[in-house]
C-alpha cells in the first residue's frame, strides 16, 4: 500500500503562488497601503517637509535630509507595492520601515503607544512580502539570464 506524500511530490523548482481569493485581498491591501503611503505618508515629507519639521514635538527633532530621504523610500515603497514583479521587495522594505518607525516612536519620542500602528503595518507587510515571496525569486532568475 503506498500512502500519498505531499512532501515528495513537492519540487526545488517550485513556487508558492496564493489562491485567487488570497491573491484578491493581497491586491486590495497592496494598491490601498500603496496609495497611503504615496499620498498620506511620503508625500507629504516631499511637498511640505518645513512644515512637519515645525509641528514636530521638541523631543522630535530630524534633519530636514533624514525627513525627505524617509519620504522617498516611503513613495518607493507604495509604487514598489503595486508593480507585481516589485511587490515582495517593496513590501519587505516597508516592512523594515515601519519596524524603525515604531522604534522611534517608542524609544526616541518617548510614546510607546503610538508604536501600535506601525508595527501593525510591518506584521501586514510581512505577511504580503511572505505571499509574493515568488516574485523576488522570479525577479532574480530575469536578472540573471
Not at 513613495?75 to 517593496?90: K, N
Not at 516612536?105 to 509574493?132: C, G, H, N, S, T
Request: glycine fraction near 6%; charged fraction near 10%; hydrophobic fraction near 55%.
Amino acid at each position: 500500500m503506498t500512502t500519498a506524500n505531499p512532501a515528495a511530490n513537492f519540487s526545488a523548482n517550485a513556487t508558492y503562488r496564493p489562491g485567487k481569493v488570497r491573491n484578491r485581498v493581497l491586491w486590495t491591501l497592496q494598491i490601498l497601503l500603496g496609495l497611503f503611503f504615496i499620498i498620506a505618508s511620503g508625500g507629504p515629507k516631499l511637498v511640505i517637509p518645513n512644515t512637519l519639521m515645525e509641528n514636530a514635538p521638541e523631543n522630535l527633532t530630524i534633519p530636514l535630509g533624514l525627513l525627505i530621504f524617509i519620504g522617498v523610500v516611503e513613495v518607493a515603497g507604495g509604487i514598489g507595492l503595486m508593480v507585481p514583479r516589485l511587490s515582495a521587495l517593496a513590501a519587505a522594505g516597508l516592512s523594515v520601515l515601519t519596524v524603525l518607525a515604531a522604534a522611534t516612536q517608542a524609544f526616541i519620542a518617548d510614546k510607546p503607544a503610538m508604536a501600535i500602528f506601525p508595527l501593525v503595518l510591518a506584521a501586514i507587510f510581512a505577511w504580503i512580502a511572505y505571499e509574493r515571496r515568488a516574485t523576488i525569486t522570479d525577479l532574480r532568475n530575469s536578472l540573471a539570464r
